[in-house]
Protein backbone atom coordinates (compact mmCIF):
# COMPACT_ATOMS: atom_id res chain seq x y z
CA UNK A 1 0.00 0.00 0.00
CA UNK A 2 1.00 3.53 -0.86
CA UNK A 3 2.21 6.15 1.61
CA UNK A 4 3.36 9.55 2.05
CA UNK A 5 7.16 9.37 2.20
CA UNK A 6 8.62 9.74 6.07
CA UNK A 7 11.21 11.96 6.72
CA UNK A 8 13.81 9.53 7.19
CA UNK A 9 16.73 11.20 5.20
CA UNK A 10 18.81 14.51 6.71
CA UNK A 11 18.43 17.30 5.19
CA UNK A 12 21.41 18.27 2.63
CA UNK A 13 21.96 21.66 1.30
CA UNK A 14 19.31 22.46 -0.92
CA UNK A 15 19.67 23.30 -4.43
CA UNK A 16 18.59 26.29 -5.65
CA UNK A 17 18.12 25.68 -9.26
CA UNK A 18 20.09 28.53 -11.39
CA UNK A 19 19.77 28.49 -15.28
CA UNK A 20 20.96 32.28 -16.03
CA UNK A 21 24.57 31.68 -16.85
CA UNK A 22 24.13 28.59 -16.22
CA UNK A 23 28.05 27.72 -18.13
CA UNK A 24 29.41 29.85 -15.04
CA UNK A 25 27.14 29.42 -12.30
CA UNK A 26 27.69 25.24 -12.16
CA UNK A 27 30.50 22.86 -13.36
CA UNK A 28 29.49 19.45 -14.36
CA UNK A 29 31.91 16.48 -13.94
CA UNK A 30 34.49 15.87 -16.86
CA UNK A 31 34.56 20.43 -17.68
CA UNK A 32 37.59 21.45 -16.07
CA UNK A 33 36.79 25.22 -15.17
CA UNK A 34 40.60 25.65 -12.86
CA UNK A 35 43.57 27.81 -14.30
CA UNK A 36 45.86 25.22 -15.55
CA UNK A 37 48.62 27.69 -15.53
CA UNK A 38 47.90 27.58 -11.60
CA UNK A 39 47.60 24.64 -10.47
CA UNK A 40 48.14 22.15 -13.52
CA UNK A 41 51.47 20.93 -15.32
CA UNK A 42 50.96 20.38 -18.83
CA UNK A 43 49.58 16.51 -19.47
CA UNK A 44 53.05 15.82 -20.93
CA UNK A 45 54.87 16.36 -17.75
CA UNK A 46 52.60 14.30 -15.58
CA UNK A 47 53.63 10.79 -14.30
CA UNK A 48 50.18 8.63 -14.58
CA UNK A 49 49.89 8.67 -10.69
CA UNK A 50 50.01 12.39 -10.69
CA UNK A 51 47.08 12.45 -13.20
CA UNK A 52 44.83 10.28 -11.50
CA UNK A 53 45.44 12.24 -8.23
CA UNK A 54 44.82 15.47 -10.09
CA UNK A 55 41.65 14.09 -11.75
CA UNK A 56 40.62 12.80 -8.39
CA UNK A 57 40.97 16.66 -6.63
CA UNK A 58 39.36 18.29 -9.95
CA UNK A 59 36.31 15.91 -9.52
CA UNK A 60 36.01 16.78 -5.70
CA UNK A 61 36.27 20.45 -6.37
CA UNK A 62 33.38 20.11 -8.65
CA UNK A 63 31.62 17.96 -6.40
CA UNK A 64 31.99 20.70 -3.53
CA UNK A 65 30.87 23.36 -5.93
CA UNK A 66 28.00 21.98 -7.24
CA UNK A 67 26.68 21.08 -3.96
CA UNK A 68 26.27 24.57 -2.90
CA UNK A 69 22.93 26.60 -3.05
CA UNK A 70 23.54 28.50 -6.11
CA UNK A 71 22.02 32.39 -5.83
CA UNK A 72 19.60 32.56 -8.76
CA UNK A 73 16.19 30.61 -8.45
CA UNK A 74 15.12 27.93 -10.62
CA UNK A 75 13.40 29.74 -14.05
CA UNK A 76 11.30 27.35 -16.13
CA UNK A 77 12.74 28.12 -20.40
CA UNK A 78 8.87 26.75 -21.88
CA UNK A 79 9.47 25.25 -25.37
CA UNK A 80 7.11 26.27 -28.21
CA UNK A 81 3.88 24.11 -28.20
CA UNK A 82 3.24 21.79 -31.38
CA UNK A 83 1.36 24.27 -34.33
CA UNK A 84 -1.53 21.36 -34.62
CA UNK A 85 -2.04 21.48 -31.57
CA UNK A 86 -2.08 19.44 -28.21
CA UNK A 87 -5.42 20.18 -26.87
CA UNK A 88 -6.09 18.51 -23.32
CA UNK A 89 -7.65 19.70 -19.68
CA UNK A 90 -5.17 20.20 -16.90
CA UNK A 91 -8.00 20.78 -14.18
CA UNK A 92 -11.04 18.20 -14.03
CA UNK A 93 -14.47 19.79 -14.02
CA UNK A 94 -16.90 20.22 -11.01
CA UNK A 95 -18.50 17.10 -10.49
CA UNK A 96 -21.56 16.25 -8.55
CA UNK A 97 -19.86 15.69 -5.95
CA UNK A 98 -20.17 12.67 -3.71
CA UNK A 99 -18.93 10.91 -0.29
CA UNK A 100 -15.38 9.82 -2.63
CA UNK A 101 -15.53 12.92 -4.50
CA UNK A 102 -16.74 15.87 -3.00
CA UNK A 103 -16.75 19.68 -5.15
CA UNK A 104 -13.51 20.89 -3.92
CA UNK A 105 -10.97 23.68 -5.05
CA UNK A 106 -8.24 22.73 -6.08
CA UNK A 107 -10.22 19.96 -8.04
CA UNK A 108 -7.90 17.09 -9.80
CA UNK A 109 -5.09 18.90 -11.67
CA UNK A 110 -2.42 17.14 -13.73
CA UNK A 111 1.31 18.63 -13.08
CA UNK A 112 2.06 20.18 -16.34
CA UNK A 113 1.71 23.33 -18.24
CA UNK A 114 -1.15 24.37 -19.95
CA UNK A 115 -1.30 27.17 -22.42
CA UNK A 116 -4.72 28.85 -23.80
CA UNK A 117 -5.24 28.28 -27.34
CA UNK A 118 -7.01 31.00 -29.44
CA UNK A 119 -10.59 30.36 -30.12
CA UNK A 120 -11.94 31.32 -33.58
CA UNK A 121 -14.96 33.05 -33.88
CA UNK A 122 -17.91 31.13 -32.48
CA UNK A 123 -16.16 28.15 -30.77
CA UNK A 124 -15.16 27.48 -27.48
CA UNK A 125 -11.26 28.21 -25.99
CA UNK A 126 -9.46 25.39 -25.36
CA UNK A 127 -6.13 24.62 -23.98
CA UNK A 128 -2.97 22.87 -24.79
CA UNK A 129 -1.74 20.59 -22.27
CA UNK A 130 1.69 19.63 -23.11
CA UNK A 131 5.50 18.96 -21.90
CA UNK A 132 8.06 17.13 -23.32
CA UNK A 133 10.55 14.33 -22.27
CA UNK A 134 14.18 12.34 -23.20
CA UNK A 135 13.55 9.45 -21.52
CA UNK A 136 11.86 6.20 -23.26
CA UNK A 137 9.50 5.91 -19.94
CA UNK A 138 8.63 9.00 -18.22
CA UNK A 139 6.89 9.69 -14.87
CA UNK A 140 3.60 11.21 -14.81
CA UNK A 141 2.37 13.40 -11.89
CA UNK A 142 -1.02 14.81 -10.55
CA UNK A 143 -2.70 16.19 -7.47
CA UNK A 144 -5.63 14.58 -5.79
CA UNK A 145 -7.62 16.53 -3.81
CA UNK A 146 -9.35 13.60 -1.84
CA UNK A 147 -8.60 11.29 0.53
CA UNK A 148 -7.08 7.89 -0.80
CA UNK A 149 -8.74 4.63 -0.08
CA UNK A 150 -9.45 1.31 -1.69
CA UNK A 151 -12.80 2.69 -2.72
CA UNK A 152 -11.22 5.12 -4.51
CA UNK A 153 -9.26 3.81 -7.97
CA UNK A 154 -7.23 5.88 -9.55
CA UNK A 155 -6.86 5.29 -13.58
CA UNK A 156 -4.26 6.46 -16.29
CA UNK A 157 -4.38 5.60 -19.87
CA UNK A 158 -1.45 6.51 -22.36
CA UNK A 159 -2.49 6.89 -25.79
CA UNK A 160 -0.45 7.13 -29.48
CA UNK A 161 -1.86 10.00 -31.62
CA UNK A 162 -3.80 7.20 -33.59
CA UNK A 163 -5.72 6.09 -30.10
CA UNK A 164 -3.95 2.79 -29.71
CA UNK A 165 -3.77 2.12 -25.60
CA UNK A 166 0.16 1.66 -24.89
CA UNK A 167 -0.74 1.65 -21.36
CA UNK A 168 -3.32 1.36 -19.00
CA UNK A 169 -3.40 0.92 -15.12
CA UNK A 170 -6.01 1.26 -12.17
CA UNK A 171 -4.29 1.32 -8.63
CA UNK A 172 -5.54 1.95 -5.09
CA UNK A 173 -3.02 4.30 -2.67
CA UNK A 174 -3.05 5.38 1.08
CA UNK A 175 -3.40 9.08 1.71
CA UNK A 176 -5.67 10.79 4.58
CA UNK A 177 -5.30 14.03 2.49
CA UNK A 178 -4.62 15.88 -0.34
CA UNK A 179 -1.82 14.50 -1.81
CA UNK A 180 0.48 14.23 -5.32
CA UNK A 181 0.88 11.11 -6.99
CA UNK A 182 3.72 9.84 -9.38
CA UNK A 183 3.01 7.21 -11.91
CA UNK A 184 5.83 5.72 -13.96
CA UNK A 185 5.25 4.19 -16.80
CA UNK A 186 6.49 0.79 -16.28
CA UNK A 187 9.99 -0.91 -18.04
CA UNK A 188 7.89 -3.52 -19.38
CA UNK A 189 5.92 -1.02 -21.99
CA UNK A 190 7.53 -0.43 -24.77
CA UNK A 191 9.62 2.32 -24.76
CA UNK A 192 8.40 5.69 -26.57
CA UNK A 193 9.77 6.94 -29.87
CA UNK A 194 11.67 9.83 -30.41
CA UNK A 195 9.73 12.31 -32.02
CA UNK A 196 6.16 11.01 -31.41
CA UNK A 197 3.67 12.45 -29.37
CA UNK A 198 1.46 11.07 -26.66
CA UNK A 199 -1.55 11.12 -24.78
CA UNK A 200 -2.46 10.36 -21.60
CA UNK A 201 -5.80 10.59 -18.89
CA UNK A 202 -6.15 10.23 -15.65
CA UNK A 203 -9.06 9.71 -14.02
CA UNK A 204 -9.92 9.14 -9.98
CA UNK A 205 -13.34 6.58 -10.61
CA UNK A 206 -15.55 8.25 -8.09
CA UNK A 207 -18.88 7.78 -9.88
CA UNK A 208 -20.21 5.09 -12.67
CA UNK A 209 -20.78 8.51 -14.35
CA UNK A 210 -18.75 12.00 -14.20
CA UNK A 211 -15.80 11.08 -12.69
CA UNK A 212 -13.03 13.65 -13.08
CA UNK A 213 -10.34 13.38 -15.47
CA UNK A 214 -7.78 15.28 -16.72
CA UNK A 215 -5.63 14.42 -20.47
CA UNK A 216 -2.67 16.08 -21.61
CA UNK A 217 0.24 14.96 -23.91
CA UNK A 218 3.94 14.26 -23.87
CA UNK A 219 6.73 14.06 -26.46
CA UNK A 220 9.66 12.34 -25.97
CA UNK A 221 12.48 14.57 -27.66
CA UNK A 222 15.94 13.74 -29.09
CA UNK A 223 19.25 14.51 -27.39
CA UNK A 224 21.80 15.88 -29.21
CA UNK A 225 25.72 14.59 -28.67
CA UNK A 226 26.78 18.19 -26.78
CA UNK A 227 23.02 17.47 -24.09
CA UNK A 228 23.49 13.77 -23.95
CA UNK A 229 26.93 13.95 -22.40
CA UNK A 230 25.87 16.60 -19.85
CA UNK A 231 23.37 14.89 -18.65
CA UNK A 232 25.44 11.52 -18.94
CA UNK A 233 27.90 13.18 -16.15
CA UNK A 234 25.21 15.31 -14.16
CA UNK A 235 23.76 14.62 -10.33
CA UNK A 236 20.45 14.66 -10.17
CA UNK A 237 20.39 18.20 -8.91
CA UNK A 238 22.69 19.55 -12.08
CA UNK A 239 19.78 17.15 -14.33
CA UNK A 240 17.23 19.24 -13.07
CA UNK A 241 19.18 22.50 -14.13
CA UNK A 242 20.19 20.81 -17.45
CA UNK A 243 16.43 19.70 -18.31
CA UNK A 244 14.89 23.09 -16.94
CA UNK A 245 16.56 25.55 -19.21
CA UNK A 246 16.14 22.73 -21.99
CA UNK A 247 12.38 23.07 -21.75
CA UNK A 248 11.84 19.59 -20.76
CA UNK A 249 8.90 19.41 -18.02
CA UNK A 250 8.55 16.01 -17.40
CA UNK A 251 11.79 14.94 -16.44
CA UNK A 252 12.45 18.84 -14.90
CA UNK A 253 9.49 17.88 -12.54
CA UNK A 254 10.89 14.24 -11.80
CA UNK A 255 14.21 15.00 -10.70
CA UNK A 256 12.97 17.49 -8.25
CA UNK A 257 10.63 15.22 -6.86
CA UNK A 258 13.35 12.96 -6.78
CA UNK A 259 15.27 15.27 -4.57
CA UNK A 260 12.47 15.93 -2.36
CA UNK A 261 12.09 12.58 -1.54
CA UNK A 262 15.43 11.87 -0.81
CA UNK A 263 15.70 14.89 1.22
CA UNK A 264 12.38 15.29 3.14
CA UNK A 265 13.48 17.73 5.68
CA UNK A 266 14.97 20.04 2.94
CA UNK A 267 13.29 23.30 2.71
CA UNK A 268 15.35 24.79 0.06
CA UNK A 269 14.31 21.63 -2.35
CA UNK A 270 10.78 22.33 -1.47
CA UNK A 271 10.88 26.72 -2.08
CA UNK A 272 12.70 25.28 -5.36
CA UNK A 273 9.70 22.58 -6.06
CA UNK A 274 6.88 25.69 -5.58
CA UNK A 275 8.83 28.12 -7.73
CA UNK A 276 8.90 25.35 -10.59
CA UNK A 277 4.92 25.08 -10.07
CA UNK A 278 4.32 28.95 -9.49
CA UNK A 279 5.92 29.34 -13.12
CA UNK A 280 3.40 27.58 -14.57
CA UNK A 281 0.54 28.66 -13.03
CA UNK A 282 0.04 25.33 -10.39
CA UNK A 283 0.25 27.84 -7.07
CA UNK A 284 -3.05 26.18 -5.47
CA UNK A 285 -1.12 22.70 -5.16
CA UNK A 286 2.23 23.68 -4.82
CA UNK A 287 2.64 22.82 -0.67
CA UNK A 288 0.49 19.01 -1.47
CA UNK A 289 2.49 16.05 0.02
CA UNK A 290 4.22 13.82 -2.31
CA UNK A 291 3.01 9.89 -1.92
CA UNK A 292 5.54 7.38 -2.79
CA UNK A 293 5.18 4.60 -4.73
Known amino acids: ?42 SDQRSPKAEVAQNHLDQERITSRT ?24 KAAATRGGPRCPKVEPP ?28 SHPTFWFYVPYALTPDLPLEFVLQDENHNEIYWTKFVASSSSPSVVGIELPSTVASLEVGKQYRWYFVAKCERLGSPVVTGWVKRMSLNPSLKNQLDQATLEQKAIIYARSGIWYDTLNALAKLRQQNSNNDLLMKDWVKLLQSVDLDAIALAPLLEF
Open 108 to 135: LTALVPATPSMASEGQMRTESVFGLTVV
Open 67 to 90: LQPLAISLAWMPPNVPERGVPGKR
Open 1 to 42: MSKIKLPLAPPILGLTLAIVSFSSSIALPGISTANPSNSRLD
